[in-house]
DNA sequence: CGCCCTGTTGAAACAGATCAACGGAGGTGG
DNA sequence: CCACCTCCGTTGATCTGTTTCAACAGGGCG
C-alpha cells in the first residue's frame, strides 16, 4: 500500500498541529500550509462548525443516506463498508486522523457505503455545498481539496493491485506496511501500534478468512519478523516485510 | 459493477451527442446538459484545443510521467494497468468512450498508472491547469467534475468489493454485468458487444489467469447464459448473471 | 461464576493456479 | 496463393494455497 509511493501525500499536511489557533477542525490544519490569509481561514472555520462524536460501533452514516456533509476526522479510527444484496458486507477501507469521508457520495448525491467507528471517535462536519461555495474563491484550496480526491483513487488502485495480485501472505504484509506507514505521517511510531479492528475485519478488508490472518500473524511471529500480544503490533523488520510484498 | 447502481452516473449526460456545434471534445458534451451559457461553452472549447491519436498498442501515458492533462476519450477504449517492483502488472480498469483519464495523477503530480490503447483511439487533452481555472468561474462545472472525480471512487470501491468478495465465476459475470452496463449507457446493445481486451487481459484485471476466464466462458456458453464467438460476445440472460453475482 | 465474543490451531475439502499439449486465427514472407 | 510462424485461446491433469469445519483457549463483562 503506502509502501513505495514516489508521491508527496496529502495528508501529512492535514494533520499538521495548529497550537496557537482555536482551530475547529483538522480541516483547518490542512489549509494553514498552503499559504492562506486569515480571511480566508476563518471562513473555513466558519463552515466548519459542528463537531460530533461517534461512539465505537456507531454509524457516522450509512449507505444511501442523502449525501450533506465530508467529515474530516479529528480522532478516532473508522471502517468504511458496503453491503450488498444477500447481507455480505465488506469493508473498502480503514480511516483514521486527518481523513475525509464521504468523498464516494458526491457522484450520487447519496453515500455508497457504511462509516462506523471503531472507537469513540470525534469528526468535523463539513457542508458540501458551502465548501464548494467556499472553494471557488480560494483556488489553492481548491487545488487541493483536487489533490485529496485523487490521492483517494490513487489509493484505491493501489489496493486494487494487492487485491488482485498478492498471496495472502503478502496481502497481509503490505497491509501491516500501510498502517505503519500511516501512524509514521501523523507522527506516532512506524513499528508500534494497535490494530484497531478485529482479525475478521482485517480478513474480510484483505479479501481473506480471519483464520488465515491468525495464522499469518503466528507465522510472522515465529519467524521473528514481528511481536504480537492481542492486537499490539511490533514490527521488528520493516525491510524484509517490503521485500515479501514485492518478491515474487 | 454497474450492476444495481441506484444512482445517475454522471457519464451518460457526458455521451450526450452534439450535432450542431463543432464541439471539439466530448467535454464539451459533458457540460452542454448543465445549463452554461454559450460563452462558458466557448471558453471550454478554447482550453481543449488538441486532439490526439493514439494507435493501437501506444501509450496515452506512463507510470512517473509529469503530470499535464486530464485525457477525455472521443474514441476507443484503453487500459490502465500499475507495475510493480518485479515487473508484474496489474490492469486496474478499462476504460470508453467518454471517460476522464488521468484523475489519479492530480495528487502526486504524476501519473501513477500507464494508459494503453486497445485499439486505434482518439483523446482530447485537458490541460488540468487551465480546467481549475476555468472550474472556479462556472460553479456548476466545478460541481460536475467533482462528481466525476466521485464517481471514480465509488466505481473503484465497487471493484474492490468485487475483488475481494466474489468466487471466479461471479467476478467474471460481474464483469460481463458491467461491460454491458456501460455499452447500454452509450447508446449501444446491453446484450451484443465485442470485448476489446484479450482473456489474459480480463484474467489479470479481475485477479484470475487466463486459463480460469477460459473455462469460465467455456462453462457460461455450455449452460446457455451466453454466446461466444472469440471476441464477440451475447449475453443471453442478464437477470440470471445477476443473480449469480448477488447470489450466494 | 459463567457466558459470549475474539482469537488460535488442526485436519479435510475445494477452488483456482500451474504445467502442458494442442488448435485455430491472423499476419508475414516467399 | 500458400506455407509458415506466432500469438491467443481452449482443454486436460495435477498441484497448492486458502477456505471450511471443528474444537478449544483466553479475556472481558454482566
Not at 442523502?66 to 444484496?85: C, D, E, M, S, W
Not at 486527518?98 to 457504511?114: D, F, K, P, T, V
Not at 493491485?161 to 504484509?173: D, I, K, S
Request: with cysteine; glycine share 6%.
Amino acid at each position: 500500500m503506502g509502501n513505495t509511493t514516489p508521491f508527496t501525500s496529502p495528508l501529512p499536511a492535514f494533520v499538521a498541529k495548529v497550537s496557537s489557533h482555536c482551530g475547529t477542525c483538522n480541516l483547518r490544519d490542512l489549509c494553514l500550509p498552503i499559504g492562506l490569509t486569515d480571511a480566508e481561514l476563518d471562513k473555513l472555520d466558519q463552515i466548519v462548525k459542528h463537531r460530533k462524536r461517534i461512539p465505537r460501533d456507531g454509524a457516522l452514516y450509512r449507505m444511501n443516506d442523502p449525501f450533506v456533509n465530508l467529515y474530516a476526522i479529528r480522532v478516532g479510527h473508522f471502517k468504511t463498508f458496503q453491503v450488498n444484496a444477500n447481507g455480505a458486507h465488506h469493508i473498502s477501507g480503514f480511516q483514521m486522523t486527518g481523513q475525509l469521508l464521504g468523498m464516494e457520495a458526491i457522484s450520487a448525491y447519496r453515500h455508497q457505503c457504511n462509516a462506523v467507528a471503531l472507537e469513540d471517535s470525534e469528526v468535523c462536519e463539513v457542508p458540501f455545498t458551502d465548501l464548494e461555495r467556499l472553494l471557488k474563491d480560494v483556488p489553492v484550496m481548491l487545488h487541493q481539496f483536487h489533490r485529496m480526491m485523487s490521492h483517494e483513487i490513487a489509493q484505491d488502485r493501489h489496493a486494487m493491485l494487492q487485491l488482485g495480485n498478492l498471496r495472502a501472505e503478502q496481502r497481509f504484509a503490505a497491509f501491516l506496511l500501510n498502517l505503519s506507514v500511516r501512524y509514521k505521517n501523523r507522527g506516532y511510531s512506524a513499528t508500534n501500534f494497535q490494530l484497531r479492528m478485529s482479525r475478521e475485519e482485517i480478513a474480510n478488508f484483505l479479501g481473506l478468512t480471519n483464520e488465515t490472518i491468525s495464522r499469518l500473524l503466528s507465522q510472522f511471529k515465529k519467524i521473528g519478523w514481528i511481536k504480537v500480544n492481542n492486537r499490539e503490533i511490533e514490527l521488528l523488520n520493516l525491510l524484509t516485510l517490503q521485500t515479501l510484498v514485492e518478491g515474487k
